[in-house]
Protein backbone atom coordinates (compact mmCIF):
# COMPACT_ATOMS: atom_id res chain seq x y z
CA UNK A 1 0.00 0.00 0.00
CA UNK A 2 1.42 3.41 -0.86
CA UNK A 3 0.87 6.12 1.99
CA UNK A 4 1.82 9.40 1.54
CA UNK A 5 2.17 12.12 4.28
CA UNK A 6 2.88 16.03 3.79
CA UNK A 7 4.24 18.25 6.92
CA UNK A 8 6.01 21.39 6.76
CA UNK A 9 3.27 23.58 6.10
CA UNK A 10 2.61 26.97 8.02
CA UNK A 11 1.71 30.97 8.63
CA UNK A 12 4.24 33.34 6.98
CA UNK A 13 4.57 36.31 5.81
CA UNK A 14 5.22 37.91 2.23
CA UNK A 15 8.28 37.07 1.04
CA UNK A 16 9.42 34.62 3.68
CA UNK A 17 10.08 30.44 2.84
CA UNK A 18 8.88 27.31 3.60
CA UNK A 19 9.90 23.83 2.95
CA UNK A 20 7.66 21.20 2.38
CA UNK A 21 8.09 17.43 2.76
CA UNK A 22 6.32 14.45 1.97
CA UNK A 23 7.03 10.92 3.35
CA UNK A 24 6.28 8.11 1.42
CA UNK A 25 5.48 4.55 1.93
CA UNK A 26 6.57 2.67 -1.52
CA UNK A 27 9.97 0.47 -2.11
CA UNK A 28 11.37 3.17 -4.49
CA UNK A 29 10.44 6.52 -4.86
CA UNK A 30 12.79 7.00 -7.46
CA UNK A 31 10.53 4.53 -10.12
CA UNK A 32 7.44 6.85 -9.56
CA UNK A 33 6.07 10.24 -10.73
CA UNK A 34 6.03 12.83 -8.11
CA UNK A 35 4.20 15.67 -8.09
CA UNK A 36 3.32 18.57 -5.43
CA UNK A 37 -0.10 20.06 -6.27
CA UNK A 38 -2.61 22.40 -4.40
CA UNK A 39 -5.47 23.48 -4.16
CA UNK A 40 -6.71 27.37 -2.74
CA UNK A 41 -9.96 28.08 -1.00
CA UNK A 42 -12.94 28.67 -3.56
CA UNK A 43 -10.66 27.77 -6.40
CA UNK A 44 -9.85 24.48 -8.46
CA UNK A 45 -6.86 22.12 -7.86
CA UNK A 46 -3.84 22.85 -9.82
CA UNK A 47 -0.42 21.16 -10.20
CA UNK A 48 2.72 23.24 -9.11
CA UNK A 49 5.77 20.91 -9.93
CA UNK A 50 6.80 17.61 -10.47
CA UNK A 51 9.55 15.50 -10.75
CA UNK A 52 10.23 12.32 -13.09
CA UNK A 53 12.66 8.94 -12.60
CA UNK A 54 14.92 10.93 -14.66
CA UNK A 55 15.15 13.64 -12.46
CA UNK A 56 12.93 15.82 -15.44
CA UNK A 57 11.21 18.48 -13.16
CA UNK A 58 8.73 20.86 -14.21
CA UNK A 59 7.05 23.87 -12.50
CA UNK A 60 3.41 26.08 -12.75
CA UNK A 61 4.70 29.18 -14.74
CA UNK A 62 3.54 30.93 -10.86
CA UNK A 63 6.50 29.52 -9.18
CA UNK A 64 8.82 28.69 -11.53
CA UNK A 65 12.38 30.37 -9.90
CA UNK A 66 10.42 30.43 -6.79
CA UNK A 67 10.14 27.20 -5.67
CA UNK A 68 12.44 24.02 -6.55
CA UNK A 69 10.85 20.39 -5.81
CA UNK A 70 13.53 17.47 -4.90
CA UNK A 71 13.71 14.18 -3.58
CA UNK A 72 15.59 11.77 -1.29
CA UNK A 73 15.14 8.16 -2.18
CA UNK A 74 17.28 6.88 0.75
CA UNK A 75 14.58 9.31 3.37
CA UNK A 76 11.89 8.15 0.90
CA UNK A 77 11.09 11.84 1.22
CA UNK A 78 10.03 14.41 -1.49
CA UNK A 79 10.31 18.15 -1.02
CA UNK A 80 9.22 21.36 -1.96
CA UNK A 81 10.86 24.35 -1.37
CA UNK A 82 9.26 27.46 -1.39
CA UNK A 83 10.86 30.99 -1.27
CA UNK A 84 9.24 34.08 -1.56
CA UNK A 85 5.83 33.68 -1.07
CA UNK A 86 3.20 35.56 -2.24
CA UNK A 87 -0.70 35.26 -0.36
CA UNK A 88 -0.92 33.98 -3.99
CA UNK A 89 0.53 31.02 -2.96
CA UNK A 90 -1.98 30.10 0.15
CA UNK A 91 -3.30 26.94 -0.33
CA UNK A 92 -3.51 23.53 1.03
CA UNK A 93 -0.67 21.50 -0.41
CA UNK A 94 -0.92 17.91 -1.24
CA UNK A 95 2.19 15.48 -2.52
CA UNK A 96 0.63 12.76 -5.13
CA UNK A 97 2.94 9.22 -6.55
CA UNK A 98 1.33 7.11 -9.74
CA UNK A 99 3.77 4.56 -11.14
CA UNK A 100 4.56 6.02 -14.71
CA UNK A 101 8.46 6.59 -13.91
CA UNK A 102 8.07 9.43 -16.29
CA UNK A 103 5.45 12.63 -15.50
CA UNK A 104 3.47 14.10 -17.85
CA UNK A 105 3.94 17.19 -19.32
CA UNK A 106 0.26 18.68 -17.89
CA UNK A 107 0.87 19.79 -14.37
CA UNK A 108 -2.91 19.29 -14.04
CA UNK A 109 -3.72 15.71 -14.58
CA UNK A 110 -4.41 15.16 -11.03
CA UNK A 111 -6.83 12.47 -11.85
CA UNK A 112 -4.01 10.25 -13.50
CA UNK A 113 -3.11 9.83 -9.12
CA UNK A 114 -4.10 7.07 -7.64
CA UNK A 115 -2.51 8.03 -4.36
CA UNK A 116 -2.36 11.51 -2.23
CA UNK A 117 -1.50 12.58 0.82
CA UNK A 118 -4.21 14.27 3.02
CA UNK A 119 -2.20 17.65 2.06
CA UNK A 120 -0.42 20.33 4.42
CA UNK A 121 -1.84 24.10 5.09
CA UNK A 122 0.15 26.75 3.70
CA UNK A 123 -1.13 30.58 4.36
CA UNK A 124 1.02 33.29 3.35
CA UNK A 125 -0.19 37.24 4.75
CA UNK A 126 0.68 40.34 3.14
Known amino acids: QVKLVESGGGSVQTGESLRLSCSIT????????LEWFRQAPGKEREGVAS???????QYRDSVQGRFIISRDSEKKTLYLNMDNLTPEDTAMYYCAARTDSECGYDLDAFAEFPWWGPGTAVTVSS
Open 51 to 57: ISRSGRE
Open 26 to 33: ILSIQNYC
